[in-house]
Every structure is written in structure tokens, then in C-alpha cells.
T-cell receptor, first 115, second 114 residues
Framework: EAGVAQSPRYKIIEKRQSVAFWCNPI?????LYWYQQILGQGPKLLIQ????????DSQLPKDRFSAERLKGVDSTLKIQPAKLEDSAVYLC?????????????FGPGTRLTVT | GDSVTQMEGPVTLSEEAFLTINCTYT??????LFWYVQYPGEGLQLLLK?????DKGSNKGFEATYRKETTSFHLEKGSVQVSDSAVYFC?????????????FGTGTRLTIIP
């Protein structure tokens, strides 16, 4: 079974530029999560999708961050414009959902450096 | 809100030593508790979990017991190996009904020296 795929793995941009991250979840997983992991901290949920609907985006800085999950499969997270404090690892995770198996499987992450 | 407090790191042990990484939590209701591990250059992986009080999660020689009276979920291993070197995260979800976000601790970096 293929795992969660993310790209790019690394990205360096200047502040005020835009950046986009892509995630392909495990096939058949209905729930998709984006987490932000700042150096020295644990991951923090930014947004959660169930199929292509948003379940929780309460921690997403909506003035600069946006995310979409078209057709309930792949997802894109965008930052526009980026700030220095956005430097972090962005993790995508997916789960089957429901009570059968809700274990979250994580991708390798995208390390963003904003200079 | 929900929160997880982990033992500060980094932790350095000799091979075959006994390991304990402390984790306590604050949450309403009946959270599920998890330990995730992040090996160098890899993504987060679920190590073990417990979904109700007094449950013991175990995997790869690691164990943790869900203690509701002390709101704790300490990770233990009797004899660590060099291959256990990684960052360990304690986490919770608000319930065991699924589709809940994970709330993580800050992580504990473990280094095992031969």
C-alpha cells in the first residue's frame, strides 16, 4: 500500500512570496489533515477535510493560508503572502475515517524556509 | 482546551538502558492517547495507542498505560537499542469515535549511544 505522498520536500522562498504544497493521501482515505510543525514544537492542525468538505479550519490563518481538496482526493495548501513565522514543516495525514480505522498516516512533510 | 505536556529533552541513554518518557494530558471527556515516533528523515508513525482508562498499548517493546487518575500516558521500554533513536510525540484525540484531530506534545528527542 502506497503511503501519503507530499511534494515538494523542501522549499525556500522570500517573505511576501507565494508557495503551494501538494498532498496525495492513501487511496480510499476519506479524511485528510494538514498540520504545521514549527521547529521544537509538536504538529498543530491547520485544516481537516472529510471527502472534499472542511470539518475544522479553526486554526488556519485564513488571511494568508488557503486549502482545497478537489474531488475528495488530492489536496493543495497555499500560503500567500508568506511571513518569516511560516517557516515550518507542513505535514499531510490521511485516515479511513469512521470507527473502523481512524489511525492517521503521515506523509514525509514539506520543509518550508521563509527568508 | 486540550493539551499534552511531555518530558523535556533531549534524552541520551546507553544501549540496553531502561527508558521512560513522561507524558501528561489535559482534556475533557474520554480522550484516546497515542505515542508517535519520527525516525531521522522519515514521517511520523504511530507507535502505540490506548483508547480507554487502564488500557495498555504496546509495540516494538515499548509500552504505555492510560492512567486516568493521574492523567498520564508514560512511555517505557526495558532495554533500548541504537535503532530507537528518534523523536517521540505524545498525542491525544478528544474521543475514540474517529475523525478527530490529534493534539501533540512538543516531542522528546531520544539518542541511544552504543
Amino acid at each position: 500500500e502506497a503511503g501519503v505522498a507530499q511534494s515538494p520536500r523542501y522549499k525556500i522562498i522570500e517573505k511576501r512570496q507565494s508557495v503551494a504544497f501538494w498532498c496525495n493521501p492513501i487511496s480510499g482515505h476519506a479524511t485528510l489533515y494538514w498540520y504545521q510543525q514549527i521547529l521544537g514544537q509538536g504538529p498543530k492542525l491547520l485544516i481537516q477535510f472529510q471527502n472534499n468538505g472542511v470539518v475544522d479550519d479553526s486554526q488556519l490563518p485564513k488571511d494568508r493560508f488557503s486549502a482545497e481538496r478537489l474531488k475528495g482526493v488530492d489536496s493543495t495548501l497555499k500560503i500567500q503572502p508568506a511571513k518569516l513565522e511560516d517557516s515550518a514543516v507542513y505535514l499531510c495525514a490521511s485516515s479511513q475515517g469512521g470507527t473502523i480505522s481512524y489511525e492517521q498516516y503521515f506523509g514525509p512533510g514539506t520543509r518550508l524556509t521563509v527568508t | 482546551g486540550d493539551s499534552v505536556t511531555q518530558m523535556e529533552g533531549p534524552v541520551t541513554l546507553s544501549e540496553e538502558a531502561f527508558l521512560t518518557i513522561n507524558c501528561t494530558y489535559t482534556a475533557t471527556g474520554y480522550p484516546s492517547l497515542f505515542w508517535y515516533v519520527q525516525y531521522p528523515g522519515e514521517g511520523l508513525q504511530l507507535l502505540l495507542k490506548a483508547t480507554k482508562a487502564d488500557d495498555k498499548g504496546s509495540n516494538k517493546g515499548f509500552e504505555a498505560t492510560y492512567r486516568k487518575e493521574t492523567t498520564s500516558f508514560h512511555l517505557e521500554k526495558g532495554s533500548v537499542q541504537v535503532s530507537d533513536s528518534a523523536v517521540y510525540f505524545c498525542a491525544l484525540t478528544r474521543s475514540n469515535f474517529g475523525n478527530e484531530k490529534l493534539t501533540f506534545g512538543t516531542g522528546t528527542r531520544l539518542t541511544i549511544i552504543p
